[in-house]
């Protein structure tokens, strides 16, 4: 499957250059100014209203004008799939930006990003306007399902002040009308408004048409089309092509709903049998070229055809001013492919499927299968996705036409194809269906295990198979991830969406169990393939997986700079507020944390976290960002906010049915409680309620259930012992830790157990074991700035003692400057003890703001963040005031003396 499946239409990102013969709307352009003081504007009427020749022409105008920038997106049914939509929306944004449509659509680099990042995207792209940004959205009826409605009023909600959204449909959507009508948000323009009035019938008909029309039959063709635009439309082209006039009017004295067929019927009559068969079978296509003229026709002159059509007044307009594409106008175009599927049905479904081929071999799968659904061919339909690549086209960004064309073949083929069926499971994980997919997904390897298959079809499914574990957080053996590596060179060399694949989700598996020098090679493997395929988003991924790599090792410094390159790249191509820039802010957050630069992870999480839980994520980034939160808020002494944190991360990981997650958010609350909670020293009860000893034990085995679980579970457990007085048994449950760490080189880890393992000796009153100890975690964390160990376990141990180091000449000195920056850190830590509710600087700027007044916009504006990181930041303000209302906050902080109090005027 190549990236050519991924082009996008570029015509579908102007308006139609429609034919000669046009009314000029000028009334209802000057109306269509309402547009720039209301935030939601539609044009809603049936079809043949000239809802996109009013919009054509508005656009014309405001372009020239250049007071705004205007971007259009033309749907049709292939958009309902939001991910197709959201690169839609994208690369017009860029048109509107750039004013160049080739080097905008090239330069999107949007093809393979789901929904989410896509709108998280866009929205940063519209705060590169200075101007007001309108985007027109035309024929929205086209794809207006549920999910484009839900992702559109998201980015209607969510986009800059400055910017318009316009939709023109043939149905009222679903975009939270009400609400903007309330807030004088919302203007619409319906048929009453759109309907030609006498004035304009009467330029249209009378002053450009050759025959002449006297007033008593002008006023009986206006009377019964009732000022329909495309009636009288396609009866000034029919005069236009010598129709007869009174057999014209004649025909007004019957039913109108029957006018558009007739008007479609005299421009077919006007046509020689040549062109008329070429309409009848190039009709089918949304969009027309020569070499698929040529193709449909068995011809060699389609483009000479088209431009002859054109001419003929055949309800043909080109798509673009360079008339490099052209369609028939819709209500000409359906009538006749009505009348094909009633007339001559075998020819409709032989040219279906002529036509489902012709898309086919352009790599136009969605286009492709579409018409091979109209042919009723499921045959067809599988080999063209089985050839486009099965589940494959999952991972490139067409979900949407695989779950389309599924729904069209019957179970019996699915079974015959590996490519579909896994296709269908892929599917099922899509959806959410976890259970269901590994149910159909056992049933089919039991039924397959005794055939033959081919070695690269075998990889396919057990690559779907390893996906589903993944989804469903299930733990994995050395052993199996072994076994899944030795499987690796039998794919082919070329087939790089299966080796990126397979390379990464190895790698991250590695990651997971803690074998950290298993892990790097398949991820930088994963990255090459990634490359390869030219997909900057997946590329990414491989970033956050090495940077998690470094930080485990403890090479804290290169974790930073990869982290940092991939946030430059993500806020170029993604934006600043993405989702990828959330997940990378998370990583960010942690290692700033690490390196006890406490206000960056209050500037980092602040607006990652509450972004991140209205995304998709996975173990790994969730631990980041809400454990790294937690214990930010515990190292502020606010121990109420860290649990409230955990027991959200508990939440959503019950919703996401994420076990381990769950486990270690109530195993991380309890570390908090060991570091920071000196009322009680005995935590027994509750620490068999959360089983510490059981998955503690765990650590001993070469492949715990859960690493991670297992790991602080231990030091949990190792932490009770100090706090018990059980040295030795405290030194018992290191050893393990210790063990693992040296082998696998997990140096982040090994520092801790340094540390408590110094506490355990200084206990024994092994006072130079214990130095020794300390002075090792010292020496791995110097140059890397590891700082917060020391300091969020310093219930354990005394670092009072610190002139008992050997400080010698020229390497000592960072030595020495190191514990003098971890003693400044432990005195802001005791200061901190009994300061539970802090705010933070962000929070003061805030309520600094609130207290002269401004509104949250205005906050927005003044600090450069998002009204939703503004809203983010107060909810925190009153919870910690204990208040609900901005005027009781303010009261409050005057009262502490957190603000000023305001003179009065």
């Not at 027109?136 to 992702?151: I, K, T």
């Not at 194809?417 to 159909?440: F, V």
């Not at 059980?726 to 696998?744: I, Q, V």
């Not at 020496?779 to 917060?788: A, D, E, G, K, L």
């Amino acid at each position: 499957m190549t990236n050519s499946a991924l082009q996008l239409i570029k015509s579908k990102l102007a308006p139609p250059s429609w034919i000669g013969g046009q009314v000029v709307r000028e009334k209802l352009i000057k109306q269509l100014d309402a547009v720039f003081t209301h935030r939601l504007s539609l044009i809603v009427a049936p079809a043949g209203y000239g809802k996109t020749s009013l919009l054509s022409q508005w656009w014309n105008v405001e372009r020239n004008r250049k007071s705004c920038f205007i971007a259009w997106v033309t749907l049709e049914a292939e958009d309902a799939d939001v991910a197709m939509l959201a690169r839609y929306i994208q690369s017009a944004l860029q048109i509107a930006l750039l004013d160049d449509a080739g080097d905008a659509a090239h330069k999107s680099g949007y093809n393979n990003i789901p929904p989410s990042s896509s709108l998280s995207a866009a929205l940063n792209l519209l705060d590169r306007f200075d101007r007001p940004v309108v985007i027109v959205f035309d024929d929205l009826h086209s794809a207006g399902v549920p999910e484009v409605e839900l992702f559109l009023r998201k980015f209607i909600k969510l986009a800059p002040s400055h910017c318009h959204f316009v939709f023109a449909s043939r149905d009222q959507p679903r975009l939270d009308q009400a609400t903007l009508a309330a807030e004088n948000q919302f203007f619409e323009l319906g048929m009453g408004e759109l309907k030609f009035s006498e004035d304009e019938a009467e330029k249209l008909l009378i002053q450009n048409t050759v025959q002449g029309i006297g007033d008593t039959d002008f006023q009986k063709i206006y009377n019964r089309t009732e000022g329909w635009p495309i009636a009288l439309q396609l009866t000034f082209l029919s005069l236009k092509q010598g129709v007869d006039l009174s057999q014209l009017v004649d025909r007004f004295s019957q039913p109108t709903g029957n006018l558009a067929e007739y008007l479609s019927e005299q421009v077919l009559l006007s046509l020689s049998p040549e062109d008329e068969e070429i309409v009848s079978h190039t009709v089918l296509l949304d969009h027309l070229t020569g070499e698929a003229v040529n193709f449909l026709c068995d011809r060699q002159d389609g483009w000479d055809v088209l431009v002859r059509l054109e001419g003929k007044g055949v309800f043909l307009m080109p798509d673009s001013p360079n008339r490099n594409s052209y369609r028939y106008h819709q209500v000409f175009r359906d009538y006749l492919r009505s009348r094909l599927e009633r007339n001559q049905s075998e020819l409709y479904t032989k040219l279906h499927k002529k036509a489902a081929r012709w898309y086919g071999d352009q790599g136009r799968i969605g286009r492709a299968v579409s018409h091979a659904i109209n042919a009723n061919d499921e045959k067809l339909i599988a080999a063209l996705v089985d050839e486009a690549g099965g589940w494959r086209l999952i991972p490139i960004g067409r979900i949407d036409v695989l779950s389309q064309a599924i729904d069209h073949i019957s179970d019996e083929i699915l079974e015959e194809n590996p490519g579909l069926k896994l296709g269908q499971i892929y599917l099922m994980i899509k959806g959410g269906d976890l259970t269901g997919a590994r149910e159909c997904y056992q049933e089919y390897t039991t039924r397959i295990e005794a055939e033959i298959l081919p070695t690269g079809k075998w990889n396919e499914v057990k690559l779907v198979g390893d996906i589903i574990s993944e989804y469903e957080n299930r733990p994995v053996t050395l052993d199996d991830l072994i076994a899944r590596e030795a499987l690796i060179p039998s794919v082919n060399s070329d087939d790089h969406i299966m080796l990126g694949h397979l390379n990464e989700a190895l790698g991250a598996q590695y990651l997971d169990g803690g074998w950290l020098e298993r892990a790097l090679g398949p991820i930088l493997e994963a990255r090459r393939h990634h490359q390869a395929l030219g997909s900057l988003y997946s590329d990414l991924f491989t970033q956050f997986l090495e940077a998690r790599v470094r930080r485990g090792q403890g090479r804290l410094n290169e974790a930073l700079q990869i982290l940092n390159e991939a946030k430059l790249k993500i806020e170029n191509s993604f934006g600043a507020r993405s989702d990828l820039a959330a997940n990378c802010a998370s990583y960010l957050g942690e290692l700033a944390y690490d390196q006890d630069c406490l206000d960056d992870v209050d500037e980092l999480l602040e607006w990652a976290l509450p972004h991140m839980e209205e995304s998709d994520g996975w173990f790994e980034v969730y631990t980041a960002a809400y454990f790294t939160s937690a214990r930010r808020f515990a190292a502020k002494g606010s121990l109420r906010e860290s649990k409230i944190i955990l027991e959200e991360a508990k939440s959503l990981a019950r919703r996401r049915g994420l076990l381990q997650l769950e486990i270690t958010s109530e195993l991380c609350w309890f570390d908090i409680e060991l570091n920071y909670d000196t009322s009680t020293t005995d935590f027994t009860e509750k620490a068999n309620a959360l089983k510490v000893i059981t998955y503690a034990a765990e650590m001993k085995e070469r492949s715990p259930h859960y690493r991670q679980v297992a790991i602080i579970a231990s030091m949990c457990l190792v932490k009770m012992q100090l706090l018990s007085g059980d040295a030795k048994g405290a030194l018992e449950t290191l050893e393990p830790l210790r063990t693992f760490a040296r082998e696998h080189g997990v140096g982040r880890l090994l520092i801790e157990v340094d540390i408590l393992t110094s506490a355990a000796l200084e206990k024994m009153d092994d006072s130079m074991a214990a130095l020794k100890c300390l002075d090792e975690a010292v020496n791995m964390s110097i140059f890397q700035n590891i700082i917060r160990p020391f300091v969020d376990l310093s219930r354990f141990y005394d670092l009072s003692a610190e002139h008992r180091f050997e400080i010698g000449e020229q390497s000592d000195r960072f030595k020495k400057q190191f514990l003098q920056t971890v003693s400044k850190a432990l005195s802001q830590r005791r200061r901190r003890d009994d300061a539970e509710g802090a705010l933070t600087s962000g929070e003061l700027e805030i309520l600094n703001y609130l207290n002269n007044g401004l509104s949250n916009k205005e906050i927005a504006r003044l600090t450069s963040i998002s009204p939703n990181t503004v809203k983010f930041r107060l909810k925190s303000v009153f919870k910690k005031l204990d208040v609900s209302k901005r005027r009781d906050a303010v009261m409050i902080a005057r009262e502490k003396g957190l603000v000023e109090v305001q003179e009065s005027s």
